[in-house]
């Protein structure tokens, strides 16, 4: 009976240490991913000054703004 519990709580420390790995793993997944996005959230930040700056200037050539 006593080998039958030790048998549990090896299986049970070894669930818990898996589930530690892919909790770290996902953390450092999400921290990535959210890195990503505060980058493309920049790019998309200055793409769009860049075309107000277009339009602008296009619509001097134009003669529609001055």
Do not use: Y
């Not at 240490?17 to 793993?25: G, V």
Request: glycine residues 4%; aromatic residues 8%; proline residues 0%.
């Amino acid at each position: 009976m006593a080998e039958g519990l030790e048998e549990e709580s090896k299986k049970a420390l070894q669930m818990e240490a898996e589930l530690e790995k892919h909790l770290a793993e996902f953390d450092t997944e999400r921290q990535q991913l959210k890195a990503a996005l505060a980058k493309e959230e920049k790019r998309f930040f200055h793409l769009n000054q860049f075309k107000f700056k277009l339009l602008i200037l296009l619509g001097r050539v134009l003669g529609l703004v001055k």
